[in-house]
Each structure stands twice: as C-alpha cells, then as structure tokens.
C-alpha cells in the first residue's frame, strides 16, 4: 500500500538549482550566526540566478533552540534570507528534514522555488556537552550524571563486538575522512593520520575517544528547490531530487535498537520506492552519510543497504569506500574531515552531493557520477534520520 | 583598545520540575515501597515495558495491568565513561550497562561498580528503603552476579 501511495503522489519533480555554503571553520569570531547565513544565502540565490525578493515564494530554516542560545529562535531568521514579509518556517531538526518539507510544498503545487537553510554557530556555545546532557530523559537517564557520550560508547562497544570489528576499523574511517577532506577548501579538519595503532587520544566514553569524534564546526548552507518546469527555465544542470525518506526508531535508550541503525533502514527503504530504484546497490554510485562518531559510518551503511550482507569493515578494510572505491563514501570527507556542524549537517552532505553530480566537486570530484544519496542523523540522544537520492539525470 | 572581536556573554537558567506520571508513580513508588522493578503489561503483543508507560507503542493500547520484574538481569551493552555531563573530566572513570531482565521489553541504564562485558549477569542494589526518594537513584548501580 505504501508503495502505490508513494507512486502515485509524484505528481511532478523537484530539483536542486542553487547551493550556497560558507567555509566550515572550527570558530569565527568576526562574524555573527545571521551573516553567516546571508554569505550562504547569497551564493545559492546567485548559483541559482534569482532574485530572492521577487523570485522564491517560500523558506524552510532548521534550528534548535538550544543551539541557538535564544528560545523561538525560527523568529530570528526572515532578514538574512530575504524571507520578510514572505511564507517561512522552521523545523526543528537535521536541514535535511528542511528539505523534505520544501520538496512537498514544490510537490503540492503550493509554491514553485523554496528554499532550505541551515547553519552552526558551534563556537557560540561554551558548554555544548550540557545541551546533550539537557537531551537525556529527565526522569529515567539525566539524573545518573553521566556524559552523554556514553550513549555512543555503549553503542559502538555493541556494534563492534555484534560486527567482529575493531577499533582498528573506526580508525581507518577516521583517516580516510580525514584524508578526504584535504582536497576539499570549504573542510576544516583535514589531515593524514595514522590509521594503524592504538589511540592515544583521550578516552571520552571507552570504546569512544575524541578521536571518533567529528569535532565542530561554524557554517551555513542554504539550498534552493524548484518545481521540473521553473529548474528547467532556470538551468540546464539541474540536479533532480529522485526520492526521500525519513523515519525514528523507538526513541527511548531502553527499547530502542542497539545493533542496527534501524531509522536509516526504514527511512532508506521509503527513498528507494519513491525513487523506483529496483536496485539502489547498482543505481546509487556515491554516497555523503553521517559520520558523527567513526562507528556510525559503518553502522549507516549496513543500513543502507547499499552492500548487501557485507559487513561494512571487511570492504572498508578492501579500500571500497575510498574515492577510488566500488562505492565513494564521504568524499568530501565527511563531518570528520570537514566539521560537524549540529544541524546542518545533512545538508552540508546534500550541498557536497549536489557538487558531485554537477562535477563541480573540484579536487575530490568523482569522475561520471550520475546518482548518489545522502544521509543523516540527529545526533546522541536520538533515533531519527533522513536520506534523499539526487540524480542529474 | 582592544582589537579583540566583541562578544556578548549570556545565558539559558530555566529550572524544570518534571512530571513522571501515571507509570512513573507506579515504577518509582514499586521501588520506594517494595525494591522491585515494575512493568507495565500489553498482553495483544505480550510486550512488558520496563520501564512502565501507559502505552503500547507498537499497538497504541492502553496499558493498566503491571506485571512485577526480577531485579537480575543481562548486560547487552556496557561502557566506561570518563567525563562528567558537563565534559569535564572524571577522577573515577563510571562504567554504565543497558541490562536487559528475563520477560520484559526494554531494560534499564544506570551505573555499574564492576568492569563489565556484554552478556554478564548483574542485579540492581537498591538505596536503604528509608534514603529512597523516588528517583531512577534510588537504584544505586548494577553490580556483578559472580
Ligand atoms: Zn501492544
């Protein structure tokens, strides 16, 4: 039923005709969150070649007001975007969600370009681990004191023990991320680092050590969508959006899954159909995944399911997943190797992806993609996460 | 003068006081009065959620009946961290388990005073009754069944 209900609500395609995205940067003290978001906004409207004033009808923002440090934060978004006295809304979640709902409102044939902003003012906030502490529940998990991490640890300590995997594979995730993220200008982290050997990086929540953590970032991204017949008047490298999807486990810690990231499985499986991939393994040549904490990498692209029943580090470990790889993943490098930018994380995946397809990625282009998907995930405490399939075809 | 950038410092102080609720009460005052774990019963899915709510989240029935579990369970998932919920480093490092217990669906998170591995078999040590205030510490932490 799911499927048929899919099919027959594409009444027409969407496509991406304009990214705009400022440098990640581990602080930037000279500018403020707002013009950092005018510098995104800006580049996407001028790639898109619109006016924003008179040429886009609607705007998605993403934001958390805890993030933000200011409560209703959706009101402090308008200006910067050329969104005052037009339709603008804020979903409080990963940009890529943003996306989605701007996707639908081209699909109902409410309005013909939207466009979807995120950003991260990491280095605003002095005590980030309190706001993942404030994400725990307060009755049942926050009074135990713990750092949040240790939700990861007790995750990745599952995932590899399950998987027969080792610390060794977070590691090599770490390094070719990182590796990746040199050839990219816009990434902050980039580097060669040893993938061999132990840790000797601090130890945050064991297995987990700061160095599986993507280190934050300062950014903003914004993405401009238009309906098949405005994209094609517009451009003539339009990048389609092909399929979405977007699902949440059970989010409590005590039933929730452990093993699988099952809200990528579920939210995967929903891209694929409205894509009508048959087969997305053959299909999907590239993929731009969160990567939060280096395990996630892998644990995502089981559930994917873009690599059959292959345990992900057995073809890490095989160089499948470098650029030169039978399936590119995190060519940009990743939130890793560029930065982890709260929530606009998905949408830096989807701006990289967009790049990618119009062979605009310049020293990490992937010769002759055609189709790749992007993912992401919301980050400890939860259980949420989107995918979305774009193709220039 | 300084050529630093200007930044202003601010804050977010808002105090909460959260409601546990109907199977809250029922979990929270089952271990202040008996030491013993509750769950909450959905016998259309023979499901017992531990801990307790109202709800079945895979059928959406209500749930009334609880059904008493034993306070000995299974580690499935076992850490040691090495920071405070502030990131400030620890003198101690904590070990934390998620136990799964015989019957029922869910389990519970807390700390653990022995190094543990995914399979061992611990108890949940509750506070003396009369130091029990109604809290997830009114369980102190889980320890090792040898
Ligand atoms: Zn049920």
Redo the contacts between chains.
């Keep these: 039923m799911q499927g048929s209900k899919t099919e027959a609500s594409l009444l027409r395609s969407v496509a991406i005709v304009g990214v705009g995205i400022t440098e990640l940067k581990s602080s930037t003290p000279q500018v403020s969150y707002k013009e950092l978001i005018f510098e995104a906004a800006q580049k996407a409207y001028e790639d898109a070649g619109l006016n924003p004033r008179k040429d886009i009808e609607s705007f998605v923002c993403s934001s958390e007001d805890f993030l933000e440090g200011t409560s209703i934060f959706d009101e402090y978004v308008p200006d910067q975007l050329g969104a005052v006295l037009k339709p603008v809304c804020t979903i409080s979640a990963d940009g890529m969600y943003s996306l989605a709902a701007a996707y639908m409102q081209i699909l109902t044939g409410l309005f013909d370009v939207v466009a979807v902003e995120a950003h991260s003012k990491a280095s605003d906030i002095v005590n980030l681990s309190t706001v993942y502490d404030m994400a725990l529940d307060p009755v049942y998990t926050r009074p135990l004191g713990l750092n949040a991490s240790f939700v990861a640890g007790l995750e990745m300590s599952k995932f590899l023990h399950s998987r027969g995997a080792g610390t060794n594979h977070c590691r090599m995730v770490v390094a070719k991320n990182r590796k990746n993220a040199l050839s990219n200008s816009l990434a902050m982290y980039g580097g060669i680092v040893e993938a061999k050997g132990e840790s000797q990086n601090p130890v945050l929540s064991y297995p987990l050590t700061e160095y599986d953590v993507a280190p934050v970032a300062d950014g903003a991204a914004v993405v401009v969508l238009a309906s098949e017949d405005a994209a094609e008047h517009l451009r003539d490298d339009p990048v389609w959006v092909k399929g979405l999807g977007w699902a949440s486990d059970s989010p409590t810690l005590e039933t929730r899954d452990w093993l699988d990231a099952t809200y990528v499985r579920l939210a995967s499986k929903q891209a694929y159909q409205s894509a009508k991939l048959r087969n997305p393994a053959k299909d999907i040549q590239i993929a731009e995944i969160d990567d939060t904490y280096s395990y996630k990498e892998l644990q995502h692209l089981e559930a994917l399911g873009l690599i059959g029943d292959a345990k992900a580090h057995t073809l890490l470990e095989q160089g499948a997943f470098e650029r030169d790889g039978v399936l590119p993943v995190n060519p940009s490098g990743g939130s890793i190797g560029m930065g982890h930018t709260l929530e606009m994380s998905g949408l830096v995946r989807v701006v990289e992806l967009v790049l990618q397809l119009r062979g605009e990625a310049d020293r990490h282009q992937i010769k002759g993609v055609e189709t790749g998907i992007a993912q992401c995930w919301r980050g400890i405490p939860t259980t949420s996460g989107a995918v979305v399939i774009l193709s220039n075809r | 003068m300084t050529t ?2 200007i ?1 202003v410092e ?1 804050d ?1 102080p808002v105090y ?1 006081r ?1 409601t ?1 609720g109907v199977a ?1 009460e029922k979990f929270f005052r089952e271990i202040m009065e008996n030491g013993r774990l509750m769950a909450s019963r959905c016998s259309s899915c023979n499901l017992n ?3 307790p709510r109202i709800y079945c ?1 895979r059928c959406m029935s209500r749930l009334e009946e609880y059904v008493p579990v034993e306070n000995e369970g299974t580690v ?12 400030n ?1 620890l003198q101690e ?2 070990g ?3 136990v799964r217990f015989p019957g029922a ?7 653990t005073i022995d190094v543990l591995a ?1 399979g061992d078999r611990v108890r949940a040590v509750f506070k003396d009754k009369k130091e029990r205030t109604g ?3 009114d369980i102190k932490f889980f320890e090792k069944i040898s």
């Design positions: 630093e950038p930044r601010g977010f909460f959260y546990v809250g959620y531990l801990p989240e499935e998932a076992f850490t040691i961290t090495h920071q405070d919920a502030e990131g480093p490092p904590v934390v388990a998620l669906y869910g389990g519970l998170v807390h700390r995914i809290s997830i510490l």
